[in-house]
Each structure stands twice: as structure tokens, then as C-alpha cells.
């Protein structure tokens, strides 16, 4: 009925939008016509696209202007979203601005071929100090740039409103489409300086259709909260046998941040298999990454069905969790202002105001001051670094809660987060520290060439990532051309999603900055995705890169929460509960060492090459004398043990303990070998303190001798060691409860671990 009275009505030129006549038709069969169309007008929606000047496709050369205020202020910053540094004397102004002495001011847009205009956006400076903006224009039109025509109502030239604040972008739709090469912007008023920032709307004629053929058939549009359910369900209903739907929380206003779960087996954790993650929409305007892992949804679920064997590989060989939305609640905010309408920073923050992606505990600064202590890693580990104690009463995101936990859940071995506004892909670490005397403020991780490589493979996987000559979205190219870098060296950030997941767990995590435009129009979806495809593939497949294997007892049962260290790289990963584990690395030959509780550890010689494929390197480890012991000693009541050679065993220990302060096992710092001595001295009496107090609760047979030196050294240095160990770390890592568990044991272990239990080697 309502198209039937549509046609019947003759609707005067309206701006080219299918929502909005089929809403502006429904408005007229009301009764209240005139005002009800006035609404419509003012609320519709453009259907032509954006020509791209915030996507950067409209190149700086197709940019001019009559004049600029200083070499910063050009009319190639006069983008839409464009960021300034808020530094006058820079090259990177945030906005176009006027030569104040000029009489006639323009901003001009070559579309390099005749299109339909539609319309204008403009937005003001981007500034801390500034309030700079246009707030009335006209508009003109030209075919060769030099005859122009002003926009007339059809009584005098149209004067458009402008802007009221220098962020909130304004749109002006004119009444009919423009056929025009060339489109100008002529300010007529402004408040302080004369700047500006604008996107410009417009359709492609007909006779020019160079929009690309997607090569695949998906659903190229922007889903919101609902969309989002119904796709992934829909996905879901067309692949039930490699797909399952989960959710890994509830977003402060109740939304659910769902998962989809790709593999041959979903919903458990194949030993063996190592799992893989896409997060996106951390940050909800940054919304490309959500429609992007979408779109990998059904691109993997597609050709999983048709038998695409890379597909088929991917998806058995690994365990992919897609997350589109993180942040759900500020999404659904962006998305309501469209996708040119919400100014560069609405939807960034959670409904509580926080930032997600630099909202997790700073893991660096209990290393980092830990390593300066010598401290690494006998006390505290240079891996899975416990969260601070008091860290959950703190300021600390419902999602960012959320997204923690699941990454305790799941052994993830490697993943990225999808953001926006750039066109690079960083890598930890993201924190940098307060420079010291001879120490820059910038650290490497112990895998930095590893990450290097990482990012490298989705950077030149990408389509247009490395093409970086035309610089970057706001400034210099900062890649050098390689599209890469490291996050501290560029925005350095605390408390970061990427630093905590590497010291927190064993998931290597980087960010991908996926375009200037941090939410770009529909339009631009499917060059988006033919640019990201293969770089979202290969990817997830350098989680094959390096070694993994499965660690078990000398009876086949599996060890988990092993620690897994390779030589020269001070960050070890741990086994999973099927005591499988993977350790990204280089191909190179590595040594790598496997240690468990109670268990003596073991070295191999493990080679990764440069086929794809992680080399296999397991582990087969025996049960520790001391492990032994103590059952014996449990089984007795822990009442004195009368064997001769139990006793025997309990003289070496002593002996070699004796023995170990002398021993440098830290060649790499010979300037702290003293510290570091005194260090274990003080330590080593502790335990035996603690032995004593041990042996004469109980233990009246053991040897007099033991008892007789502990005494003695210990009186002589015991009193300035006290105070030392009771400084800020003390509290979260107590040193003596961490070695009391098996005091002699973990001696044993950090001093002369050779001595006692020589290595097992082999040669893969
Ligand atoms: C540009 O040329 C087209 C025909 O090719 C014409 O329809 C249009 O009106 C011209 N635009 C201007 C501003 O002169
Ligand atoms: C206009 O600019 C002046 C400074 O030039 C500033 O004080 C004022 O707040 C601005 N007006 C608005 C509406 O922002
Ligand atoms: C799912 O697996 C079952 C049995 O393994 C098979 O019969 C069925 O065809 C599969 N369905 C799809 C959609 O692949
Ligand atoms: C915060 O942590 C402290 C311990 O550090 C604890 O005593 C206190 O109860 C916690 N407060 C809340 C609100 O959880
Ligand atoms: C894992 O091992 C560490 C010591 O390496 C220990 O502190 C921790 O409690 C263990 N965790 C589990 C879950 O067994």
C-alpha cells in the first residue's frame, strides 16, 4: 500500500537515499505533511558516499586552496578528523587555515572526473588552545577550475550554517545532485582564525563504474548490536560443525561481547592445537576491524564448505576466536552518528569512561624494577607475572574484567587487536619507563625480532599498508616505509592490552591499525576487505611458527603449568593443562629447557626451519630425588627418616649449598656479581634458618654438622639483610613463602642444578 501511494505522490528531488524516502514516504501519508517532510530532511541520511578525503583515497594533489596562514596549515591538512600536533611552528596543523590578509578565501576539491555532489561535511580546527571554525560558506562548482557557479536557492546564492565548535562535524546537503568536476568551499564567517577541515559527498556517475568487484560474496555493511547477533548466527546455522557462539562477559550497559569460535572441534582445546585471537572495536568508533572480522567469519565458514584446502588447514590446524566488539556500549554510540557524523573521539571511552586498550595492570613496572634488582628470574619470573594484588579494587573496566579473565581461560599462543586512525601495526613494548643515566626509556622485549616479524607479515601482507610515501594519516611516516613499528618508540601507552597479555600469559599480542579512517562508509568495505584479506590469513597462520610439543612424566601423564625456557631469550612460555605448549620463535637452533614442580628439569636441541609447520619438541621429565623424599616423609607422618641413604642425600644437599654462593651463575652482569652473591648468601640462610627451625621441631637425627654451620654464618651476616628484603616487593612475592615449599629443592635448582641432576640431552 505504501509503495502504491509513494508512486502516486511525486516526491520533489530528494537526496539519493532509499532509507530515507521510504521514511520520508511514510512521513507524507501522515497527516501533518509540510512539518513531518521538514524532519525528514533535516534527519536523512546521504546515500552518496564520502569522496574519501578522510580515507586519504583523494590524494593531497587533488587538494588546493586560495591561501594558508603558514606551511603547517596547507590545504592538504584540511581533512576531515585530521590531527594536529598542537604545535604552531610544526608541519602538521589540525586544519586547513586562511592567510588572514587575503579578501576571498577558498578550499577546493578536485574529483579528477565529473561527479554528483551531494554535499558538504566541515568541521573545525583540531587544537587544545584554538577555538577555530567556519560557521557560514557558500559553495561553487566548476568543470575546469576556472569558470565557477555559485549554489543557488533560485532567489540568491545559498548560504550554509556552518560549524558551532571546532570537532562536531556538520553536514549541509544541497537540494539536488551537482555534476561537477571541481567543488569549492567559500567561507563567509568564522570564529577566530579561519580554519577549517571538511569531507566532501558524491556519487560516481554511472558511466564511470571503476567500484571494486568484490571477489567474494559477503555481506559488505556496517552491523549493529543486533545485525552483529544475526549474522553470527546466521554463520553459525550454515557451518554448525566448525563454528560455535560464546560470550566472554557483559559490557557495563548488560550488552554481551561475543565470540566466535572457528576450529575443527569447537568448544574444547585440542592438545596440540594452539589457539588463535582477533579482538576488535576496542575503542566503538574504531569500527572497520568489527566488520572486517565479520566479514573473516563468513569468508572462513564459506570456504571451509567449498573445500578451499588453505581454509580447510587454518581452520583444523588451529583454534580461531573471533571477538568483534569489545566495547559494545560505545559502538552502538558511533553507529547512531553514522559513520562521517561522530567526530574522531565519540564512542573511544567505555560507558565508564575508560580507554580498554590501556586499561589492564602495568605488569612492566614490577618487572622492569624486579630486573633491576637482580631479581630475574629466581624471585620473580620473567613470564606470567601475577596480577597485583589489590589490582581488582581499583580502576579497572567491567570489559577490561572480562577480557582478562578470558585470557586465563584459554592458551592462546597469538593474536592482534583491530583499532583504527593509522595505517601501521605496532608491537610491544607499549610502556615506555622513565629514562635513566645511561638507559633510554625505551625496552625491547626478549622476543623483539620475533614481534618484528609478526607485524612484518601482516604489514606487507596488506594490500596498501607499506605504501607510505604519501607519509602517514597525520604526520611523517614514522615506518620507515615498512609499516611497522614499535608502540613506545611511537604513542607509548601504560597499562596496555598488548604489555599485559605478553607478561601476563603466553599470547603474543600486537595491535593493527587498519586505516585512517576509523569508520569508514559502507562504500568502502569491500576494497577494505580485498586490502586486509590476506593479511588477516596469514597471520593466524605464523602460529605455526616455531616449536611446540607436550611435556608428561616418565608414565605418559601430561605436565601442565611447565616452564618452558629457550637459551638467549628471557621469557619463557608455560604448558597448557594437556601439558602442550608453543613457543613462537625464528627459525634458528635453540636450546630449550622444560622444568616442572618436583621434577628434574631437561635441555634439547630443538631446530625451527623456514617451512611452515612448528617443530615438534617434547619432553619426557622424572620425578626430582626431593620429590621422592618427600612422599617417603609424608608417608611417615614427616617423622624422622632413619635410612642411611636418605640421610646421605640430605649431607649432599647440604654440601652443595655450602658450595653454591661461589658459584656465578649470572655472567651477563659482572659489575652486580657481588650484590648478587650477597644476595643468594643472605637467601641461602634464610632457608636454612628455616630448616633449623624445621630440623629442631622435629628432625633430631640429622647430622649435627648441617645444623652446626647454618648457625654460624648465619649470625654473622643475618641483621642488614633483613631490612633489604623488606622493600615494596616483598608484599606481593614473599620470598620465603615462595621457597619454603621445598626449601632444599629449589636451592638445588637456581645454584647447582648440574651437579645434582645432570641434563638429559638429545639431539632432534
Ligand atoms: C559540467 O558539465 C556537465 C556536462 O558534462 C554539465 O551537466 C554540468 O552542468 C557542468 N557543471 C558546471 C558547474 O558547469
Ligand atoms: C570564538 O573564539 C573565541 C576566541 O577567538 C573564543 O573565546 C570563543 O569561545 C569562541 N566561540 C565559541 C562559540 O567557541
Ligand atoms: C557435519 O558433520 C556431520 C558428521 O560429521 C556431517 O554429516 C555433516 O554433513 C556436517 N555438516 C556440515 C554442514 O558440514
Ligand atoms: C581493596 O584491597 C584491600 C587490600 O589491598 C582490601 O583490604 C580491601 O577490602 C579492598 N577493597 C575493596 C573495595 O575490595
Ligand atoms: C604453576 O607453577 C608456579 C611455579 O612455577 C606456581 O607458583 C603456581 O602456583 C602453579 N600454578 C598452578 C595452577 O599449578
Not at 581452520?315 to 559494545?328: A, C, E, F, M, T
Not at 635513566?436 to 626478549?446: H, I, K, Y
Not at 605418559?556 to 628471557?570: D, F, K, W
Request: aromatic share 10%.
Amino acid at each position: 500500500e505504501e509503495e502504491e501511494r509513494r508512486k502516486q505522490i511525486s516526491v520533489p528531488a530528494e537526496p539519493k537515499s532509499k532509507r530515507v524516502s521510504l521514511f520520508c514516504s511514510l512521513c507524507l501519508s501522515a497527516k501533518f505533511v509540510t512539518q513531518i517532510f521538514l524532519v525528514c530532511a533535516l534527519i536523512s541520511l546521504p546515500e552518496c558516499p564520502p569522496l574519501g578525503l578522510e580515507s586519504h583515497r583523494v590524494e593531497d594533489d587533488q587538494l588546493l586552496a586560495s591561501s594558508q596562514s603558514h606551511h603547517g596549515f596547507s590545504a592538504q591538512r584540511g581533512r576531515l578528523n585530521m590531527q594536529g600536533s598542537d604545535n604552531d611552528e610544526d608541519l602538521y596543523g589540525g586544519a586547513w587555515c586562511a592567510e588572514s590578509e587575503e579578501r576571498d578565501h577558498w578550499f577546493q576539491v578536485d574529483a579528477r572526473r565529473e561527479v554528483e555532489f551531494t554535499g558538504v561535511i566541515t568541521q573545525g580546527r583540531n587544537s587544545e588552545l584554538h577555538e577555530d571554525f567556519v560557521s557560514s560558506y557558500f559553495v561553487a562548482f566548476s568543470n575546469d577550475s576556472s569558470d565557477w557557479t555559485l549554489l543557488h536557492d533560485g532567489y540568491a546564492e545559498w548560504l550554509f550554517y556552518g560549524n558551532v565548535d571546532k570537532e562536531t562535524p556538520v553536514m549541509s546537503q544541497f537540494a539536488t545532485p551537482v555534476v561537477a568536476r571541481y567543488i569549492r568551499i567559500l567561507p563567509q564567517s568564522w570564529n577566530g582564525s579561519l580554519c577549517l577541515r571538511a569531507e566532501i559527498l558524491a556519487c560516481q556517475l554511472p558511466s564511470y563504474e571503476n567500484e571494486v568487484n568484490p571477489s567474494d560474496d559477503l555481506d559488505f555493511r556496517h552491523h549493529n548490536y543486533k545485525e552483529m547477533r544475526q549474522m553470527m548466527k546466521v554463520i553459525n546455522e550454515e557451518c554448525p560443525n566448525i563454528t560455535r557462539i560464546y560470550n566472554i562477559g557483559k559490557s557495563y550497559q548488560g550488552l554481551k561481547m561475543y565470540a566466535m569460535e572457528i576450529s575443527d572441534n569447537p568448544g574444547e582445546h585440542e592438545p596440540g592445537e594452539p589457539e588463535f585471537r582477533y579482538t576488535a572495536g576496542l575503542h566503538g568508533n574504531e569500527a572497520l576491524g568489527r566488520e572486517l572480522l565479520l566479514l573473516l567469519m563468513q569468508f572462513l565458514c564459506k570456504e571451509y564448505n567449498d573445500d578451499n584446502p588453505r581454509v580447510r588447514r587454518l581452520v583444523d590446524g588451529v583454534r580461531i576466536h573471533l571477538v568483534p566488539s569489545l566495547n559494545p556500549d560505545a559502538y552502538e554510540l558511533a553507529y547512531e552518528m553514522g559513520s562521517e557524523m561522530g567526530n574522531w573521539a565519540l564512542g573511544h571511552w567505555t560507558e565508564e569512561g575508560y580507554d580498554i586498550f590501556q586499561n589492564f595492570p602495568d605488569l612492566n613496572s614490577i618487572l622492569w624494577g624486579a630486573e633491576d634488582r637482580g631479581w630475574v628470574p629466581r624471585i620473580v619470573p620473567n613470564h606470567h607475572i601475577p596480577l597485583p594484588e589489590n589490582f581488582f579494587n581499583g580502576s579497572l573496566a567491567v570489559e577490561t574484567k572480562a577480557v582478562i579473565s578470558w585470557m586465563d581461560r584459554n592458551p592462546f599462543v597469538l593474536g592482534a587487536n583491530l583499532q583504527g586512525g593509522e595505517k601501521l601495526v605496532t608491537y610491544p613494548f607499549d610502556m615506555q619507563r622513565p629514562p635513566r643515566q645511561n638507559e633510554g626509556a625505551l625496552r625491547e622485549t626478549p622476543d623483539d625480532a620475533m614481534f618484528r616479524w609478526l607485524a612484518m607479515s601482516y604489514a606487507h601482507s596488506h594490500l596498501t599498508m607499506t605504501e607510505t610515501y604519501r607519509g602517514s594519516c597525520h604526520g611523517d611516516d614514522i615506518t620507515g616505509g615498512q609499516g611497522i613499528t614499535n608502540r613506545a618508540s611511537w604513542k607509548p601507552v601504560v597499562g596496555s592490552m598488548n604489555d599485559f597479555s605478553y607478561l601476563h600469559t603466553n599470547c603474543f599480542e600486537l595491535s593493527i591499525f587498519l586505516g585512517c579512517d576509523k569508520f569508514p562508509h559502507e562504500s568502502e568495505l569491500p576494497l577494505e576487505w580485498e586490502n586486509n584479506r590476506e593479511a588477516l590469513l596469514s597471520f593466524i597462520e605464523q602460529v605455526h611458527r616455531g616449536i611446540k610439543g607436550i611435556v608428561r612424566d616418565v608414565d605418559g601423564n601430561p605436565l601442565p603449568n611447565a616452564t618452558i625456557s629457550v637459551e638467549g631469550i628471557r621469557h619463557d612460555v608455560k604448558t597448557a593443562v594437556g601439558g602442550d605448549y608453543w613457543r613462537l620463535l625464528n627459525p634458528g637452533e635453540y636450546k630449550v629447557t622444560a622444568k616442572a614442580d618436583g621434577y628434574t628439569p631437561q635441555t634439547r636441541l630443538c631446530m625451527v626451519g623456514y617451512d611452515s609447520g612448528a617443530t615438534p619438541c617434547s619432553f619426557t621429565l622424572t620425578k626430582s630425588n626431593w620429590d621422592r623424599i618427600k612422599h617417603i616423609m609424608a608417608l611417615h607422618g614427616k617423622r624422622p627418616i632413619r635410612l642411611i641413604t636418605k640421610v646421605n642425600v640430605v649431607k649432599t644437599t647440604a654440601a652443595s649449598t655450602v658450595a653454591a654462593p661461589s658459584i656465578d651463575t649470572e655472567p651477563e652482569n659482572p659489575a652486580n656479581t657481588h650484590n648478587i652473591a650477597r644476595r643468594r648468601r643472605l637467601r641461602l640462610m634464610r632457608l636454612r634458618r628455616l630448616r633449623l627451625q624445621r630440623l629442631r621441631a622435629g628432625l633430631r637425627t640429622t647430622p649435627a654438622t648441617t645444623v652446626t654451620t647454618t648457625t654460624t654464618t648465619a649470625s654473622t651476616t643475618l641483621p642488614p639483610e633483613t631490612k633489604r628484603t623488606t622493600s615494596w616487593y616483598d608484599s606481593w612475592f614473599p620470598v620465603d613463602e615462595w621457597s619454603t615449599e621445598n626449601p632444599f629443592d629449589s636451592v638445588v635448582f637456581e645454584a647447582v642444578p648440574t651437579q645434582d641432576y645432570p641434563f638429559e640431552y638429545t639431539i632432534d
